[in-house]
């Protein structure tokens, strides 16, 4: 049903979309006719156009810039995306971090892991990870997780953050948006994504067995500008199970583990007859949600390990309520 559903991406008239379903689903070959056409017109496109247009107006927004451009497929070796890599290394700091205040005013934390993989996302989006400051900002990063793996809140006042049930780690000290948030970092760059700690993130993510329907998508709807990406550790306040597949399929584990045997099974009871899945708030990207849900579970085909971690079910009141 993968190649048959694939198939059917390919009426979108996304050449963006078409050309990632045409290399990642149906391992079309470089010199392909259909994929040779397509990935010159990704950038005349026009959601790609309106794009690269933008003037973003801090880090943040920034940021989130880059990742939509290569969700688009677009990287460094565009001139204008290459413009904007070297915006976001403009403002790296000597140790490799970026401030703090380019994020947040609140001057209560000296330090939240996020103000440096936000961006580290961003650049790895548009293959700028193994640069040599972007390495610099990894190591950063990793030198901020605590001894079970995790990353934290942050820190006031030399001691670690609070961290609000809804962003609690099953079993862990540790935040969920930091962890997954650096994890999102670690799995785009080619020589991290199978790492240790990124491994260990994953495993840990997985213990949380909420199973919210309802924000299913919220990435995609967040990359294609539907909905609003607010906040800095709210961010990642809701728990959308295409978006941990897509990172934790990236780590290389395998549909053997338990935990994403369970999770995989749920997402399959959402797909629809014709092998897609509707996205619950924003029909028109449900072509866009079924290519990443393909992409993670063809991943997972090729995992090479599996977590031991426990499975743990959060209570009704640890999860955040839906916005609307």
């Known amino acids: 049903m993968t190649t048959g559903s694939a198939w059917l991406l390919l009426c979108d008239s996304s050449p963006a979309l078409r050309c990632r379903v045409l290399s ?6 470089d010199d392909d006719p259909e994929l ?10 026009p959601e790609a156009l309106a794009l690269l247009a933008a ?7 920034l940021s989130l810039l880059l990742c939509r451009l290569g969700r688009l497929g677009l990287d460094r070796a565009h001139p204008r995306v290459a413009e904007l890599v070297e915006r976001v290394f403009s403002r790296q700091q000597t140790d490799g971090s970026f401030a703090l205040t380019e994020f947040r005013t609140d001057d209560r934390y000296a330090m939240i892991p996020l103000q440096v993989s936000v961006p580290l996302r961003a650049l ?6 193994t640069d040599p400051r972007a390495e610099r900002a990894y190591d950063w990063l990793l030198a901020r997780r605590i001894q079970d793996g ?4 942050g820190l006031v006042a030399g001691q670690p953050g609070s961290v609000p049930g809804y962003r609690k780690l099953p079993g862990s000290p540790g935040c969920r948006a930091n962890t ?8 785009l760059h080619p020589g991290r994504a199978r790492s240790e700690p990124a491994r260990r993130a994953a495993d840990l993510l997985l213990r949380r067995e909420t199973r919210d329907e309802w924000a299913l998508g919220t990435e995609v709807a967040r990359l294609h500008g539907r909905e609003r990406a607010a906040g800095f550790i709210s961010l990642h306040s ?8 897509d990172l934790v399929s990236r ?12 999770l995989v099974g749920f997402l399959e009871g959402l797909r629809g007859p014709a092998g897609l899945w509707e996205h619950p708030a924003h029909p028109e990207l449900s072509r866009w949600l079924t290519l990443d849900l393909l992409t993670s579970l063809r991943r997972l085909d090729g995992g090479d390990w599996a977590g031991e971690g426990p499975r743990l079910r959060f209570r009704p009141d640890d999860v955040p309520l839906k916005h609307h």
């Open 238 to 245: 809701r728990f959308d199970l295409a978006f941990v597949l």
């Open 251 to 262: 780590t290389g584990i395998s549909a053997g583990d338990a935990r994403v045997a369970d």
């Open 124 to 129: 790895g989006a548009v293959g700028a990870a």
């Open 36 to 45: 040779t056409d397509l990935l010159p017109r990704r950038a005349r496109d």
């Open 150 to 153: 995790s990353w934290p809140t």
């Open 180 to 187: 997954e948030a650096a994890l999102a970092a670690l799995v």
């Open 24 to 29: 990642e689903l149906l391992d079309a070959p």
């Open 55 to 61: 003037e973003p107006a801090g880090l943040r927004e």
